[in-house]
């Protein structure tokens, strides 16, 4: 049993099957007793992802609903959302100075070390970073955050 920060590319893969779908499925799946968190952010973003997947007709209209659906049904139990608040939004702002980062991985990469301070603040384990962006992931390592690439299994 461990604590997981999934960022937007890893999510997707629990509802689009792609590589690394079947490695996600498993982290998330509720037997593993893992503890998982997302931004808030991740809520737009997902949905987003899935829609442009439908544009370019590599899933359908009705699967682009359907994942949607679930992935916002999974958002009420599966996971720790952590808010995005003018602080958050700020200590991103930051991290875009010291690195070369889009403003939504800035957002999430900023909750996941919120969320490790506290962790480490509650003498917690402290979560692993779940990304299948490898600059994201570079940075993450960079901040000293374990890193998981889903990409990584087939």
């Known amino acids: 049993m461990g604590t997981y920060f999934l960022d937007s590319s890893a999510i997707i893969k629990r509802y689009v099957p792609e590589q690394g779908h079947a490695w996600i499925a498993t982290l998330c799946s509720l037997t593993q007793g893992h503890k998982l968190y997302i931004s808030q952010a991740i809520l737009v973003e997902v ?3 899935i829609c442009r997947r439908a544009r370019e007709q590599s899933i359908t209209i009705a699967d682009r609903d359907r994942f949607i659906d679930t992935f916002r049904q999974d958002s009420q139990t599966a996971y720790g959302i952590r808010l995005v608040t003018t602080t958050m939004y700020n200590f991103a702002g930051d991290l875009c100075r010291s690195y070369r980062l889009r403003a939504y991985d800035a957002v999430q990469l900023a909750c996941a070390l919120d969320l490790r301070n506290e962790t480490l603040a ?15 992931s570079n940075i ?14 087939p």
């Open 122 to 136: 509650d003498q917690a384990p402290t979560p692993i970073f779940v990304s299948a962006d490898i600059n994201l």
């Open 47 to 49: 949905v987003a992802g």
């Open 140 to 153: 993450a390592a960079t901040e000293r955050l374990s890193i998981e690439n889903p990409n990584n299994y």
